[in-house]
């Protein structure tokens, strides 16, 4: 699939980007700040900012709450714990639009899959008003792969249009995958759904913020150019 047509995917290593990325640093560490509920990056007056809500499922061990810390710059427990509940985290990811600057603010809710079985309330609160659902899989478990095609068919009904998008998590090629290439491009081919790939081993110094930058860009493209068409469809009826 073709990114990059809006937002500028490599913008974060010009000078511009890298000037605008010293709000997000923290100064005492070599790693990003961690932003509040109350909080967010001193930028620019002029800067817009965007907020979208983005519920991320899939099966039980495969990565889920990882991947989420690793795009946010948060080092990740190396044992896995299932998340209880609902775990709420904010992304705020400057990107170049066009010719404008734009802050992304991302608002990422991740359910234990045994919560969203065992308690029903969970999946309407994490559905509710929802712009993008994110597909996890693991690239070292094919069978979670394979549940992807009824991941998407449960949490996305008719006339729903949330921004769809899948995550292989583990891919290091150097480990072995279980998951082809072949196989992903088939699923994107058929489900009209692009598969982005994230290692979630976390660097300890500002290339991680390198090495996600590809991965937050396409996401927030496919955000901005799925608003891009509702309004379209707004228009085109009115």
Not at 60 to 71: D, F, P
Not at 213 to 225: F, G, H
């Amino acid at each position: 699939m073709n990114f990059g047509t809006i937002i500028s995917l490599d913008w974060q290593s010009s000078a511009e980007g890298e000037t605008m990325l010293q709000h997000f640093y923290n100064p005492q560490t070599t790693g990003r700040k961690q932003f509040g509920i109350l909080e967010k990056p001193t930028c620019p007056s002029n800067v817009e900012e965007v907020c979208y809500k983005l519920f991320v499922v899939g099966k039980s061990g495969v990565g889920k709450t990882a991947t989420v810390s690793r795009l946010a710059g948060n080092k990740c427990l190396s044992a896995y714990v299932e998340t209880i509940g609902i775990r709420k985290t904010n992304i705020y990811w400057p990107a170049k639009v066009w010719d404008k600057v734009v802050l992304f603010k991302l608002q990422f809710w991740d359910a234990g899959d045994n919560s969203l079985k065992k308690y029903s309330h969970i999946m309407p609160v994490c559905k509710e008003k929802v712009d993008a659902i994110v597909f996890v899989f693991s690239c070292s478990d094919e069978s979670s792969f394979q549940e992807l095609p009824q991941l998407v068919n449960r949490y996305i009904k008719h006339g729903e249009s949330p921004t769809k998008l899948a995550i292989g998590t583990r891919y290091n090629v150097l480990t072995g995958l279980e998951v082809s290439a072949a196989a992903l491009r088939d699923f994107e081919l058929k489900w009209k759904i692009p598969i982005l790939k994230i290692d979630n081993g976390l660097a300890h110094d500002r290339n991680e913020v390198h090495q996600v930058a590809p991965i937050l860009n396409v996401i927030c493209e496919r955000l901005w150019l799925r608003d891009q068409d509702l309004l379209l469809r707004q228009a085109s009826t009115s």
